[in-house]
């Protein structure tokens, strides 16, 4: 997939100058080993120039990590550790950076006298230190370990710092306005300055220009064919395909044009109403293909649904969708197709809809159709364009990035699955379980006044994401997710 960074984490390690540097020297040695044992080497750099033990070296050790084009940090305690130099260093450094700590290792031979290290002890202080700064690193959930436990620390960091990095280097290209009496997705953009990421916002007038000056482009056949073998069986609408190979052209092209100094870019499309009769299709199978590159293409002008899109992508470098929390389940479909088969109550299911945005990857099947509820009240021939199917069963995280009203951010992780039920309808759509979705609803999606799109990614990445939208300065009690049974929610009525 495209669009996705390549990271490179670099690892410097730190000594106080009062312990033996050798434990941070041999500590360093052991714990790149350990990675590069278990994972892809290129993915660490060992910083060899100097362990930090002040000032002077900090900034050595800065220099070094830019002339090997390290995008993160890992500051590694070998012992106690410095930590003015230390969190100085973390201060200094632009990319996302982590701290953990090295565990004593033995008693045998002195290993608690003159190896101690008491690592356990400085990170407490690092932590303090970085508080003292302003400085927001990832620490694991238990930063202290062997070789091996910290090598799977830095990994587990990896799409963190990824996402993290790449929302800093991303910009979101929309084409607007939002639909009329579609108030839902709308939300103030200040907080995408805060989080680094750039917007650039157009008429869909600039973008219908666009798609008119590439009327004939030499590309089209090429993209139209490529359509027509992905479709297969499913190409249930040809004559629509050179349109919508132009219009895939002019996207990408308008992204190559358009994302100035960023190295990334997602965008939020514009669809309807006007979209079906000026363009003469419906946008929804190019935007699938673009999500599939890894160029998530929100639906209704949606920003922080593109938003959080783009981060599901490169978290999980996989392709991810943006659906509806639409529609119940009906009764008669969960007594045959769920109750006794699958660990769940009818209210934990709902099912996941959108026009037809989601990957032919991620369908179990899927043809070309036409928009049916805008067929509605428009000739059929304009609303060609879906890409229809149910969503193939297996695990998903459910989530969002989200300004409030009055600018503050807020987010929700939900880990469930996409039950092998057929759902009957038509659209991208699936049936999905989320255990206690049903308080999940009340007291998350109402209480929290989230818009009715979420983000999907196909796997459990629920930890992951959690710890990216801290790194984004989410705070912890506004990241929200989905209570056990004997967990309340604060509003929650207690009788």
């Given at each position: 997939?495209?669009?996705?960074p390549?990271?490179?984490?670099?690892?410097?390690?730190?000594s106080?100058?009062?312990?033996?540097?050798?434990?941070?020297?041999n500590?360093r040695?052991?714990?790149?080993?350990?990675?590069?044992?278990?994972?892809?080497?290129?993915?660490?750099?060992?910083c060899?120039?100097?362990?930090?033990?002040?000032?002077?070296?900090m900034?050595?050790?800065?220099?070094d990590?830019?002339?090997?084009?390290?995008?993160?940090?890992?500051v590694?305690?070998?012992?106690f550790g410095?930590?003015?130099?230390?969190?100085?260093?973390?201060?200094?450094?632009?990319?996302?950076?982590?701290?953990?700590?090295a565990?004593?290792?033995?008693?045998?031979?002195?290993?608690?006298?003159?190896?101690?290290?008491?690592?356990?002890?400085?990170m407490?202080?690092?932590s303090?230190?970085?508080?003292?700064?302003?400085?927001?690193?990832?620490?694991?959930?238990?930063?202290?370990?062997?070789?091996?436990?910290?090598?799977?620390?830095?990994?587990?960091?990896?799409?963190?710092?990824?996402?993290?990095?790449?929302?800093?280097?991303?910009?979101?290209?929309?084409?607007?306005?939002?639909?009329?009496?579609?108030?839902?997705?709308?939300?103030?953009?200040?907080?995408?300055?805060?989080?680094?990421?750039?917007?650039?916002?157009n008429?869909?007038?600039?973008?219908?220009?666009s798609?008119n000056?590439h009327?004939?482009?030499?590309?089209?056949?090429?993209?139209?064919?490529?359509?027509?073998?992905?479709?297969?069986?499913g190409?249930?609408?040809?004559?629509?395909?050179?349109k919508?190979?132009?219009y895939?052209?002019?996207?990408?092209d308008?992204?190559?044009?358009?994302?100035?100094s960023?190295?990334?870019?997602?965008?939020?499309?514009?669809?309807?109403?006007?979209?079906?009769?000026?363009?003469?299709?419906?946008?929804?199978?190019?935007?699938?293909?673009?999500?599939?590159?890894?160029?998530?293409v929100?639906?209704?002008v949606?920003?922080?649904?593109?938003?959080?899109?783009?981060?599901?992508?490169?978290?999980?470098?996989?392709?991810?969708?943006?659906?509806?929390?639409?529609?119940?389940?009906?009764?008669d479909?969960?007594?045959?197709?769920?109750?006794?088969?699958?660990?769940?109550?009818?209210t934990?299911?709902f099912?996941?809809?959108?026009?037809?945005?989601t990957?032919?990857?991620?369908?179990?099947?899927?043809?070309m159709?036409?928009?049916?509820?805008?067929?509605?009240?428009?000739?059929?021939?304009?609303?060609?364009g879906?890409?229809?199917?149910d969503?193939?069963?297996?695990?998903?995280?459910?989530?969002?990035?989200?300004s409030?009203?009055?600018?503050?951010?807020?987010?929700y992780?939900?880990?469930?699955?996409?039950?092998?039920?057929?759902?009957?309808s038509f659209?991208?759509?699936?049936i999905?379980?989320i255990?206690?979705?049903?308080?999940?609803?009340?007291?998350?999606?109402?209480?929290?006044?989230?818009?009715?799109h979420?983000?999907?990614?196909?796997?459990?990445?629920?930890?992951?994401?959690?710890?990216?939208?801290?790194?984004?300065?989410?705070?912890?009690?506004?990241?929200?997710?989905?209570?056990?049974?004997?967990?309340?929610?604060?509003?929650?009525?207690?009788?």
């Open positions: 997939m495209k669009n996705i390549k990271m490179k984490i670099g690892i410097v390690a730190v106080r100058d009062c312990f033996p540097e050798s434990l941070s020297v500590r040695a052991r714990l790149v080993q350990a990675y590069r044992e278990k994972y892809d080497e290129t993915e660490i750099y060992e060899p120039v100097c362990i930090v033990e002040s000032e002077l070296h900034m050595q050790a800065l220099e990590l830019k002339q090997a084009g390290c995008a993160a940090l890992c590694y305690l070998g012992n410095p930590e003015i130099a230390e969190t100085m260093l973390a201060q200094k450094f632009e990319g996302p950076k982590m701290f953990i700590a565990a004593e290792e033995t008693y045998a031979d002195g290993g608690l006298v003159g190896g101690r290290g008491d690592a356990y002890c400085g407490l202080n690092a303090y230190n970085l508080h003292l700064r302003g400085v927001k690193a990832y620490i694991p959930e238990y930063p202290v370990g062997t070789a091996e436990e910290c090598a799977d620390m830095i990994h587990e960091f990896l799409p963190i710092a990824k996402a993290v990095y790449a929302v800093q280097n991303l910009k979101i290209i929309s084409f607007g306005p939002r639909p009329s009496n579609f108030l839902a997705c709308n939300a103030p953009i200040q907080q995408l300055y805060c989080l680094g990421a750039e917007i650039e916002e008429s869909e007038l600039d973008l219908f220009e798609f000056r009327a004939g482009d030499a590309r089209i056949p090429e993209v139209a064919a490529d359509m027509a073998k992905e479709l297969g069986e190409n249930k609408k040809p004559e629509i395909l050179q919508l190979a132009q895939e052209i002019t996207l990408l308008w992204i190559e044009e358009h994302r100035g960023r190295e990334f870019v997602a965008i939020a499309g514009k669809c309807w109403p006007a979209f079906q009769t000026q363009f003469g299709f419906v946008p929804c199978y190019v935007n699938s293909r673009l999500t599939g590159m890894g160029i998530p929100s639906c209704e949606d920003i922080y649904g593109a938003l959080s899109e783009f981060i599901g992508t490169v978290v999980s470098e996989d392709v991810v969708t943006l659906l509806d929390i639409n529609n119940t389940v009906p009764r479909l969960f007594e045959e197709d769920i109750r006794g088969k699958f660990d769940y109550v009818h934990d299911t099912m996941g809809f959108h026009c037809g945005n990957c032919s990857k991620k369908l179990a099947f899927y043809e159709r036409n928009q049916m509820i805008m067929a509605r009240s428009l000739p059929e021939e304009v609303t060609n879906t890409l229809e199917g969503i193939a069963p297996g695990d998903i995280t459910f989530f969002r990035l989200q409030t009203s009055d600018a503050k951010l807020r987010a992780v939900a880990q469930g699955e996409v039950l092998p039920a057929a759902s009957r659209g991208s759509i699936g999905f379980a255990r206690e979705m049903k308080r999940f609803y009340r007291h998350v999606l109402i209480e929290k006044n989230y818009p009715h979420g983000a999907v990614a196909f796997g459990h990445y629920g930890k992951a994401l959690y710890d990216v939208f801290r790194m984004l300065g989410v705070e912890p009690s506004e990241i929200d997710y989905n209570h056990p049974k004997n967990e309340r929610y604060p509003g929650e009525n207690p009788f």
